[in-house]
């Protein structure tokens, strides 16, 4: 008789750890079920994913007066700063415009660029296109500065005008003569000097 009690309370004892076992699975350890094991994953990759790009910005705009008191526009589908250096912006897909104080507009566009908002100097790279009064201009590579008042076009340099085309190394544009000279490193192609104060590109 206290044999079976005892094998009694023992089946008891075992019931009921396997209950408590069972209850414990079932609401106390649902996160590590295989399927929210993966949504947690994703969540955290995200979350990595916006940290790395909390420095990006989009459709920004700057203006303002350069040194000569020209007045320019240069906007951007994306930028973000330098990591080392927060005067430097890197930007992609950019759109520049250039007021001059004698009532010409310079617009260049290229798909990438670097802005220093403390000196106001540009570069533009790649797919560089220009247009200054009835004159397009493409280049791989533009540089305007505003420190030393040029604006500099090279590599590929190629101009389509009403006068005629134009294919040259390198372009360099005097903002305060308004003179544009035509340079060249190889045999070829043209060196000229041409006075900007008639208006043409």
């Known amino acids: 008789m206290i044999d079976r009690k005892k094998k009694l309370r023992l089946i008891q004892f075992f019931?009921?750890?396997?209950?408590?076992?069972?209850?414990?699975?079932?609401?106390?350890n649902k996160e590590i079920t295989p399927d929210q094991e993966k949504i947690s994953?994703?969540?955290?990759?995200?979350n990595e994913d916006v940290s790395e790009e909390k420095d990006l910005f989009f459709n920004i705009e700057y203006s303002g007066f350069?040194?000569?008191g020209n007045r320019y526009s240069l906007k951007s589908k994306e930028a973000y700063f330098d990591e080392l250096d927060q005067a430097i912006v890197y930007m992609k897909v950019v759109d520049a415009i250039f007021y001059f104080k004698d009532g010409t507009i310079l617009y260049v566009k290229a798909d990438n660029g670097i802005y220093n908002n403390k000196t106001l100097d540009m570069k533009f790279e790649q797919n560089v296109k220009a247009n200054y009064m009835n004159s397009e201009l493409f280049a791989d590579k533009a540089e305007y500065s505003n420190t030393k008042n040029f604006l500099s076009i090279y590599e590929n340099v190629r101009i389509n005008?009403?006068?005629?085309?134009?294919?040259?190394?390198?372009?360099l544009f005097d903002i305060?003569?308004?003179?544009?000279?035509?340079?060249?490193?190889?045999?070829?192609k043209i060196n000229a000097n041409v006075n900007l104060n008639e208006k043409r590109f």
């Open 15 to 28: 019931l009921l750890f396997f209950g408590l076992l069972i209850i414990y699975l079932t609401y106390y």
């Open 41 to 46: 994953t994703k969540i955290s990759e995200t």
């Open 66 to 68: 350069d040194l000569q």
């Open 161 to 171: 005008d009403i006068k005629g085309n134009l294919i040259a190394d390198k372009l």
């Open 176 to 188: 305060t003569s308004q003179k544009l000279d035509i340079t060249s490193f190889s045999n070829g």
